[in-house]
């Protein structure tokens, strides 16, 4: 069983930092990409940023600049960074990944439980 597990959510306040962290556990061959989603109060779920397995890295407009998206691969965990928070930044951030379980082209999307994440003075 494949498991996403989030951490790192926090209130803090417009202009300040926050790290929050994903884990996946369990038992499976290799993971892909592996990405970050948010949804605010009353919005639908965004994507945010992605990095490969390779370590290439994309944002959405509105975080470009601001958020740092990273991967420990021998822990394999993924990181967001995220500077210069404003309070639209307030969302549960979800962890998203693309896993193989077994050494065949085939692979599975998983997800996090979710952490919140508040900006606000």
């Known amino acids: ?4 597990v989030e951490s790192g959510g926090d209130l ?11 884990a996946a556990s369990g038992s499976f061959f290799s993971i892909n990409d592996m ?6 109060p009353g919005k639908q779920r965004e994507w945010v940023a992605t ?3 390779g370590g290439s890295t994309s944002y959405r407009g509105s975080v470009k600049g ?7 691969n021998a822990k ?8 210069s928070l404003k309070p639209e930044d307030t ?5 998203n990944a693309d896993i193989k379980l077994r050494d065949t082209r085939w692979s ?3 997800w996090g439980q979710g952490t919140q994440v508040t900006v606000s003075s």
């Not at 069983?1 to 996403?4: D, E, I, R, S």
């Not at 990405?35 to 605010?40: D, E, I, K, S």
């Not at 601001?66 to 420990?72: E, H, P, Q, V």
């Open 76 to 83: 394999n965990t993924v990181y967001l960074q995220m500077n």
């Open 66 to 72: 601001r958020f740092t998206i990273s991967r420990d």
């Open 91 to 95: 969302a549960v951030y979800y962890c």
């Open 108 to 110: 599975n999307s998983y």
């Open 1 to 4: 069983q494949v498991q996403l």
């Open 51 to 53: 990095i490969s397995s």
């Open 35 to 40: 990405a970050w989603y948010r949804q605010g």
């Open 12 to 22: 803090v306040q417009p202009g300040g930092s926050l790290r929050v962290s994903c």
